[in-house]
């Protein structure tokens, strides 16, 4: 295709993603099948199937093609379409042909309004989308940006909303280790939704991307945040949940991406916080995986054996290791004053001569001294359940 | 069996179970196949195979059967049998036969000393242990005790083990319902361990039991507490563990209690809180279910269809079951002002005829209203993600 004709493709697609609500699983179909500019033309003629017409008759003589790549332009965007070199078409092919499973069905969008400076080819190589409620708790802040600044500090895109609350914190955090994030939009990318995030979108699409099928100057509603949410799943090989109440979006997305094929962890929390409670549901109903710390979720996420969480919490007790008896001996020395070895066997019920073996054997191992009282716990022992 | 039979079978195994350090496979095995009066008169003899022997060589001339069956009766305590007809037999079936699986494994105790004033035949039929960290957070302590109470509450046993931290918040939960609760113990039933729950004990003992297989004088050790775990498990249909850190002896008995088929259930934390770290590995590995509220505990735990939780938690959103187009409708409206149905239909791509068949079906939904202006939302929507 000559550059000419690409962005005769451009303008075509710009027209039908303002034509048709998405997910318009009719529309998406007939452009597969006759192509976009085709499609286009016979949209806009009304010379299209009963179902198409169906999705395109209410908007097909508004044409605002070139206005919305003018407009996407203003704000350093563009229409990335399938035709482009760097469409991100591998994230997008979980998402299948367009098939009419409701609301929340899938379907690979017409397009993409792009802005920012990160390489949409490379961008969504490795990432992970960081997700949650708009009502997020100081706890969830904390977590949600210090996993947004682990994912960012390892390299991985993090990928979210940009809603108040949890999404907004897990930009911040990818931004705050100089690491890339997408914001992905249910309203045009030109819009500042939600108007005090308006300096944090900016953040974003100077170093990272903003996305959205919706055409600049859409605003956002409902409906198309649900639509939204399952793109944030798609081009995220993983999502985590932070905090997300009962009835929440980020369950959808979760849902939606456990559907897709993706991995979904969520991060529990206090059961006294409603703001956990769907994080909780996801988790006793097995949706999704826990994920107990920023390091299971890098373990989790990363290239295998790129992450491996060390052991070094699971720290090891000084009588670790020690088999039954010597433990019995051990645990009957006092640490204050010795005892002889007759005692011993006594109060642990461990023969005498087994208990007379077994003292110099702890000596040895730095478990227990002899002094000249008799024997005793060397320090470092711990006691109790 | 006479009563004074049954006496002397009572002090054949309090010298018993003085004489091994529990849990004595050996000599256990020995007392099934010969009987208790016959074993003890051979091991005082030393006329026992030698695995027996190696368990009770060390204290087999220590002989103070009637010393701590007096002891026990200067607290209130007595020692308690598979003779007698109170012993819980049932529950402690699931130990099984004693098989040396190592300082873990399990094995039914010679005897038990009790102390209080509980049922032993019926305290245990509908029983729930809630175990967990002894350096436990606010939070743990709070969700512990609510536990207790919700549990006493409901007319079940709250089994736990006496610590300091979350056992002892799940004893005074259900002692403030006024419900029963046992406290198992890794030291005799005459010690006040730890110390600053000697009150704790009284009160436990005073309307529920306190328990043991160690006589009475016994000191608390670790491996006794980790034996002791096993009777926790055992004594109770269910074990929820709500806070444990890397290292804990609550997720041992979590892990004993999975092992001998009985439900576990694990509250989650702040993953910020070291505490709920053994509770979120249990739920991770799946070794536990996450009890995400009191209610689901009691889901869990009750007697089916007792507990049913009610879903007054998920409260129905006002557009809820709105189909695809009626939703963009809906949405596409304005709460201040009125639009024209051919508004609507461009703003939602639903197609016109469409848009003036469904808005008189939200009016009498009472979704949306007609006023002079046009179309707009009624009150109730609700908007965003």
Redesign the interface.
């Known amino acids: 295709m000559t550059a000419q004709a690409v962005e005769e493709v451009r303008l075509a697609r710009a027209y039908l993603m303002r ?3 998405p997910p ?1 699983f009719a529309l998406h179909a007939f452009v597969n099948v006759v192509g976009a500019l085709a499609a286009a033309e016979r949209v806009r003629r009304g010379d299209v199937p009963q179902l198409v ?3 395109s ?3 097909r003589h ?1 044409d605002l093609a070139e206005e919305d790549l003018a407009a996407a332009e203003k704000v350093g965007g563009r229409l990335l379409m399938p035709e482009d070199p760097e469409w991100p078409a591998w994230q997008l092919l979980c998402l299948g042909p367009p098939t009419d499973r ?2 929340r069905g899938a379907g690979t969008p017409l397009g993409l309004w792009v802005r920012g400076t990160a390489e949409v080819g490379e961008v969504f190589d490795r990432a992970v989308s960081v997700i949650g409620a ?1 009502a997020a708790t100081g ?1 969830g802040d ?2 949600a940006s210090e996993i947004g600044y682990a994912l960012g500090n390892a390299g991985m895109t993090v990928v979210s ?1 940009a ?1 108040y609350g949890i999404d907004g914190a897990a930009h911040r955090g990818a931004l705050k280790a100089g690491g890339q994030t997408v914001a992905v939009l ?1 309203c045009g990318i030109d819009i500042p939704y939600p108007a005090g995030h308006s300096g944090l979108l900016e953040a974003v699409a100077a170093s990272g991307l903003v996305i959205s099928e919706y055409p600049p100057g859409t605003n ?6 649900l639509v939204r949410n399952r793109l944030i799943a798609a081009l995220s090989s993983a999502t985590v949940v932070v905090e997300a109440g ?5 369950r959808n997305t979760a849902t939606t991406a456990a559907a897709l094929g993706k991995v979904v962890l969520a ?6 916080s409603a703001m ?2 769907g994080c ?2 996801l ?2 109903t097995g949706a999704a ?5 920023v390091g ?1 979720i890098l373990e989790a996420v990363g290239p295998v054996g790129e992450h491996l969480r060390t052991e070094g ?3 090891r ?1 000084s ?1 670790d290791g020690l088999a ?1 008896q010597a ?2 001996v051990h ?2 020395l006092r640490r204050e004053e010795g005892c002889a070895a007759e005692e011993v ?2 109060d ?5 001569d ?2 007379r073996a077994l003292l110099p054997e702890l000596e040895l191992t730095g478990h227990v001294e002899r002094g000249e009282d008799g024997w005793r716990q060397a320090k470092g022992g ?4």
């Not at 995986?289 to 710390?293: D, F, K, V």
């Open positions: 034509v048709a609500e318009a017409a169906n999705e008759e209410a908007r508004v409701g609301l708009r706890y904390l977590v909303g809603a249910g956002p509603a409902r409906h198309r945040f009962v009835r929440s979006g980020a991060v529990p929390g206090p059961i006294t956990s409670v909780h549901d988790l006793r995986t826990l994920a107990g710390s299971e919490r699971s720290a007790r009588t039954d433990l019995r645990e009957a066997a006594v642990s019920g461990v023969p005498l087994r208990v711990e006691h109790g359940r």
